[in-house]
Structure formats: structure tokens, C-alpha cells
């Protein structure tokens, strides 16, 4: 049972090129969620989705679009990366009833 | 907006002692408030969640209490190990978004247990 299972799981890019993160998950779980992580800044979440085919914006979602074309899968996408979205991104999914979160092992990105 | 403190940043504690970690957060409407641990490199591990109708919930040597009325949750390690340094983070969702849209974390202790 793999639970949240994230790809890759590093990836260096040059500004402007684009790559997307996957995100699975085998726990169906409604809502998934992406997150990043910087240094003295916490966890932010970028975008999430509470069921298949349904995305939203989180807190910080300039930069990055999402897709939820099956429920068990949650991509996040960069069109044109900047070194401003280098960072780990967690992505994680949650349990309807009880509100419970569970973490992938996350997505380390360096955009030079 | 809910806001979420962790205080201290970081703490080191001798191998045996009990500890207590502390969460405060600014609404006291939640949902729920949760409990993880991070290792370096790696993602969140989910230890506890409190509903917000509970008052404690246990899982092994952990403890965590929640005080809505005072914003206030904690987290007790009994007996501590070096295996349980890492980072420890809580986030309280507040009820009126329910699914966890807006959850907010806090920064996290960094706790480090001296064998």
C-alpha cells in the first residue's frame, strides 16, 4: 500500500522550460492537494482539487496549473519555470470524513 | 485568517526526558487539528488528529491535547529517543472550510533528543 506516491522526485530545470509533477494516490481519498515548502516560510498551498475533475487555487497559484482528469491522480504543472519555484512540493491527499492529510515524500525542484 | 505559532523553533532535550510542544492558533472555529512529524528529506507523517469535538487523543508515547478556548493544542512525547528527532508541525483548519482548503501550518519545532 503505497499511499501518496509522487514523480519525480528530483528535477533541475533552466528558466522558461516546463515539467509536470505526478501525483498518485491509492487510498481514494477525495481531495488532493500541492503544497510547497521553503526555508522559514512553511507549507503554502499552491492549488487543490476536491474531487475528480475539479481543481481550485490555494494561496500561492501563480506560476502553476493543475489537472484531476482522474480521481486518483493530481498533476501540477510549471509552463515557464523560474528560480523563484525552486523548492520541495509536497502533495498530499485527504479523507472526507475526517479531514485527515496524507504526504507524499516530496518533489525536489531547482530552477537555475 | 488563521494563524498558526509554534513556539520554540527548536529545542534539545536529553535522551529519557519527557516533552511537551506547543501549537497555538488564532481561530478557534476548527475542524479539526493535526499533528505530523517531517524527517529531513522527506514528506509529512500524520501522528495525531484531534477532532475539535475531542479533548486528548494517544497514540503510543504521544499525547496531544487540544484547548479551543485558548487556541492552544500540545504535544506530549513520553520517555523521548533519539529517533524521535525531527521537525514537528501542526495545522488547525478552521470548520468554515471544510476539506482542508485553507489549512494552515505552522513552522514547526525542531526537536533534537541527545542520547
Known amino acids: 500500500n503505497a499511499g501518496v506516491t509522487q514523480t519525480p522526485k528530483f528535477r533541475v530545470l533552466k528558466t522558461g522550460q516546463s515539467m509536470t509533477l505526478l501525483c498518485a494516490q491509492d487510498?481514494?481519498?477525495?481531495?488532493m492537494y500541492w503544497y510547497r515548502q521553503d526555508p522559514g516560510m512553511g507549507l503554502r498551498l499552491i492549488h487543490y482539487?476536491?474531487?475528480?475533475?475539479?481543481?481550485a487555487k490555494g494561496e500561492v497559484p501563480d506560476g502553476y496549473n493543475v489537472s484531476r482528469l482522474k480521481k486518483q491522480n493530481f498533476l501540477l504543472g510549471l509552463e515557464s519555470a523560474a528560480p523563484s519555484q525552486t523548492s520541495v512540493y509536497f502533495c498530499?491527499?485527504?479523507?472526507?470524513?475526517?479531514?485527515?492529510?496524507?504526504f507524499g515524500e516530496g518533489s525536489r525542484l531547482t530552477v537555475l | 485568517k488563521q494563524e498558526v505559532t509554534q513556539i520554540p523553533a527548536a529545542l534539545s532535550v536529553p535522551e529519557g526526558e519527557n516533552l511537551v510542544l506547543n501549537c497555538s492558533f488564532t481561530d478557534s472555529a476548527i475542524y479539526n487539528l493535526q499533528w505530523f512529524r517531517q524527517d529531513p528529506g522527506k514528506g509529512l507523517t500524520s501522528l495525531l488528529l484531534?477532532?475539535?469535538?475531542?479533548r486528548e487523543q494517544t497514540s503510543g508515547r504521544l499525547n496531544a491535547s487540544l484547548d479551543k478556548s485558548s487556541g492552544r493544542s500540545t504535544l506530549y512525547i513520553a520517555a523521548s529517543q533519539p529517533g524521535d528527532s525531527a521537525t514537528y508541525l501542526c495545522a488547525a483548519p478552521r470548520r468554515a472550510n471544510f476539506g482542508n482548503e485553507k489549512l494552515t501550518f505552522g513552522t514547526g519545532t525542531r526537536l533534537t533528543i541527545i542520547p
Open positions: 498530499a491527499a485527504g479523507a472526507l470524513n475526517t479531514g485527515e492529510l496524507f
Open positions: 482539487s476536491v474531487g475528480e475533475g475539479t481543481t
Open positions: 487510498m481514494n481519498h477525495e481531495y
Open positions: 484531534i477532532q475539535s469535538s475531542q
